[in-house]
């Protein structure tokens, strides 16, 4: 059975950095593409992040691009985002995602980052 | 980016009658490996979002019959052919042809 535990959210000042982690199990982490995905409180799904299964390939939302990192660690079957300057407008349940070809087909239950003052 | 536009914004069915969601894109969705890849999910209240239908019509694990989904290019449709109250929630339309993309969504509620 397919579960994913995302962590590492909170409260976080503008322009500083926030680290998410996701903790895999179930399947086949190492050989599987995985993905953030976002929602702001009370709006729809916004994609962010995307890994290849080796982390060799990593693509952004224009929004997050040059302040976001994806990476993963295979032997710990964990997917990170690293955060930093950021946005009142990243505020948002964040979603780790695990992908099949390109669709997503397990969703974690999220962790909310509230980008305040 | 693509832009992929859904309608309605809302919706309320009676149970047991049939609901039909549009989403369109901004640029066809076929790719060159001969594939389409248009998914639909439904995200209850409360909930993470769940995969319902993959590639324009395919049908993920364990989901109920009574949802199909159609379409080519840049036109798409997901139908119930016969709600029921645990079918409630936001529904999403999102291509992954191109770096993924999530339609508005559309609220189907009972009346």
């Known amino acids: 059975q397919v579960h994913l535990v995302e962590s590492g959210g909170g409260v976080v000042q503008p322009g500083r950095s926030l680290r998410l982690s996701c903790a895999a199990s179930?399947?086949?982490?190492?050989?599987?593409?995985m993905h953030w995905v976002r929602q702001a409180p009370g709006k729809g799904l916004e994609w962010v992040a995307l890994i290849a299964f080796d982390g060799s390939v990593k693509y952004y939302a224009d929004s997050v691009k040059g302040r976001f990192t994806i990476s993963r660690d295979n032997s710990q079957n964990t997917l990170y985002l690293q955060m930093n300057r950021s946005r009142p407008d990243d505020t948002a349940v964040y979603y780790c995602?695990?992908?099949?070809?390109?669709?997503?087909?397990?969703w974690g239950q999220g962790t909310l980052v509230l980008v305040s003052s | 980016d693509i832009v992929m536009t859904q309608s309605p914004r809302s919706l309320s069915v009676t149970p047991g009658q049939p609901a039909s969601i549009s989403c369109k894109s901004s640029q066809s969705l076929l790719h060159s490996d001969g594939r389409t890849y248009l998914d639909w999910y439904l995200q209850k209240p409360g909930q993470s979002p769940q995969l319902l239908i993959y590639e324009v019509s395919s049908r993920f694990s364990g989901v109920p019959n009574r949802f199909s989904g159609s379409g080519s290019g840049t036109d798409f449709t997901l139908e119930i052919s016969r709600v029921e109250a645990e079918d409630v929630g936001v529904y999403y339309c999102?291509?992954?042809?191109?770096?993924?993309?999530f339609g508005g969504g559309t609220k189907v509620e009972i009346k």
């Open positions: 999102m291509q992954g042809t191109h770096l993924p993309t």
């Open positions: 179930g399947f086949r982490f190492f050989n599987t593409g």
């Open positions: 995602v695990k992908g099949r070809d390109a669709y997503l087909d397990y």
